[in-house]
């Protein structure tokens, strides 16, 4: 990395076992083939399909991602919840009422003394009605700023539209507005006119045939029968989703979004 610019990995929606197990065998690679110098992921599905437990974070943080990011599924384990508080480098999204434990945001610094800062977000479209993910965004980023200029946004959504209308509005503000949530890459990575790096969904890290990583006989079930069936994530090859971002360090510009996608079979 010169040191004018951050070069950032984004690890999309690491779904159980597989997603684990691709991110650990992948993670140094790809960190080497890109000059990674931060590695964000989402993990709030990493544990068994859903939800966050010690042994998972410690896995992901001891092979190289600095901070994981969630969103409406990092409630689901009830003991993990206490562990929020404890856990820096764990966010949920800051948009949920503020009685709640764990931090939405959080400042890094990375090797070259710059500092970048990870905001976590949540959508209300089709999803819970919790505070909403503009204003929120408007008063988390202004502190923010007050820091570092250099700030990547977890917009973990249902809806395309709510996901666009957030980057255009925040577009010049910060770094990259990247969508997680719906497990399919988007092809729609850009810079938007402000230098806001985007993309609508960065894809999944989990299991290839599945559905979102749920096991297929299962979720085709939970459709037809519109009865509950016990969720189970998908066994076999996984995939290995994300974007690299490059940032100018000063001006917290984006100066480059590309998609990665990778099948185990290519490693």
């Known amino acids: 990395m010169s040191h004018s610019t951050i070069t950032v990995l984004f690890v999309a929606d690491i779904v159980g076992e597989p997603g684990i197990g691709i991110t650990l065998n992948v993670l140094n690679d790809i960190r080497n083939q890109y000059g990674v110098n931060f590695c964000i992921a989402n993990g709030e599905n990493a544990s068994g399909g859903k939800g966050l437990n010690v042994k998972t974070v410690e896995r992901l943080l001891d092979a190289g991602v600095h901070v994981l990011t ?3 599924h990092i409630w689901e384990k009830e003991y993990f919840q206490k562990k929020l508080d404890e856990y820096k480098m764990v966010l949920r999204p800051a948009n949920y009422p503020n009685e709640n ?3 939405g945001a959080a400042i890094f610094s990375v090797k070259n003394k710059c500092k970048i800062a990870v905001l976590n977000l949540q959508g209300r479209i089709f999803m819970n009605p919790i505070d909403c993910p503009f204003k929120t965004a408007v008063r988390e980023i202004r502190k923010l700023r007050k820091i570092t ?6 917009f973990h959504a249902e809806a395309t539209a709510e996901k666009i209308a957030l980057a255009y509005y925040l577009d010049g503000k910060v770094s990259a507005v990247i969508g997680t949530h719906t497990h399919v890459q988007a ?3 850009r810079i938007l006119p402000q230098k806001t790096a985007y993309i609508t969904d960065a894809g999944m890290t989990g299991p290839v045939d599945s559905v979102i990583g749920i096991n297929k006989n299962i979720a085709i079930k939970r459709l037809i029968y519109q009865t509950p069936v016990r969720y189970a994530v998908a066994d076999g090859a996984a995939q290995f989703n994300g974007v690299i971002v490059t940032i100018d360090a000063e ?4 100066r480059e979004i590309k998609r990665i996608s990778l099948t185990k079979s290519e490693y």
């Open 149 to 154: 200029k250099c700030i990547i946004v977890d």
């Open 187 to 189: 092809a729609d990575e």
């Open 70 to 72: 969630s969103g409406n």
């Open 251 to 254: 001006s917290g510009c984006a």
């Open 101 to 103: 434990v764990g931090r």
